[in-house]
């Protein structure tokens, strides 16, 4: 057992008069209590760990977005250099 339980043990025994099979289990449905009512509990670490997945997906998204904007930019020139081209070739054909 643990300090903590220890003296929980000590006091139910003592002051609320429990022989001590009934305040061995007094302490133990105590400790389950504050098991079940802490286990959700979120950490300093677990929010660490996921901001820094959150920081990974959101460059992972801005790189992919930059990419798919100048794959674009390019096709855009690209398809503006073959228009005035053309243009330029029909003024000098005729």
Do not use: C, P
Not at 3 to 12: C, E, N, P, R
Not at 13 to 25: S, T, Y
Request: no cysteine; proline share 0%.
């Amino acid at each position: 057992m643990e300090a903590k339980s220890i003296q929980l043990y000590q006091l139910a025994h003592k002051k609320l008069h429990l022989v001590e099979k009934d305040a061995m289990e007094f302490v133990e449905v105590i400790q389950d209590t504050i098991e079940d009512r802490t286990k959700n509990f979120v950490t300093k670490e677990y929010l660490d760990v996921r901001l820094v997945e959150l920081e990974l997906k959101l460059i992972t998204k801005l790189a992919e977005t930059e990419k798919n904007i100048l794959r674009w930019m390019f096709t855009f020139w690209i398809g503006q250099l073959v228009a005035m081209f053309g243009f330029i070739y029909l003024f000098l054909k005729h």
